[in-house]
């Protein structure tokens, strides 16, 4: 394949989606790293992401984030606040955002390959004109073994980058409904809880 060649990265898209859609479930530890301009330094976060059909979680050292298609729930540790979101297709959170990438009407190009963690990956530039979704431009990098998203970088309209990188990778474990959702008595009693409808 050579770089450029935009049939060769909507392909590999596809075969990419195809893989994901295929399985069970998967989970992965996970690199998060959002910046802009107007932030004076990067930090970088580390955590676990279990995602099943659509359902997700991702739990970081300063926040989780549980979305089962019905709710979405935000726990903000520092805070000691949960928000309880109704589920928004086009407001799935941030795995929400990285995986829209399968869906977006965007342009697609393959810019070759690159060793991600010790894996060898294709690298594809997307541009996306579709106003509905949280960026314009992406950057994934598709594992050629696995056909899993092992990185992605968002660019969205206000120039804020958000870095995604997936190691680790674990499919098929078996992951119950439970572990997309959470309950009031999985958090401190001391934690005040906002429901959208409040």
């Keep these: ?88 297709p086009e407001e799935g959170g941030p795995l929400g955002s990285v995986l829209s990438v399968y869906q977006a009407n965007s342009k ?13 990956c294709l690298k594809i530039f997307l541009t996306n004109q579709d106003p509905s979704l949280d960026y314009n431009e992406a950057q994934v990098w598709i594992d050629e073994e696995t056909l899993l998203l092992a990185k992605a970088t968002l660019l969205d309209r206000k120039k804020t980058t958000t870095i995604f990188e997936f190691t680790n990778i674990k499919t098929n474990v078996g992951f119950p409904d439970s572990d997309f959702q959470l309950t009031k008595d999985e958090v401190p009693a001391e934690v005040i809880w906002f429901k959208d409808s409040d």
């Design 108 to 120: 697609a190009i393959l810019k070759g390959s690159e060793v991600i963690k010790g894996r060898k």
């Design 1 to 88: 394949m050579m770089p450029g060649q935009t049939d060769d990265a909507t392909e590999i898209l596809q075969k990419s989606q195809k893989t994901l859609e295929s399985l069970q479930d998967f989970s992965s530890n996970i690199l998060y790293v959002i910046t802009n301009p107007n932030m004076p330094k990067a930090i970088p976060k580390t955590g676990k992401v279990k995602y099943k059909q659509g359902k997700y979680s991702l739990v970081l050292s300063d926040q989780e984030i549980y979305c089962d298609l019905e709710k979405i729930w935000v726990y903000l540790k520092d805070n000691e606040e949960v928000e309880e979101l109704s589920y928004e």
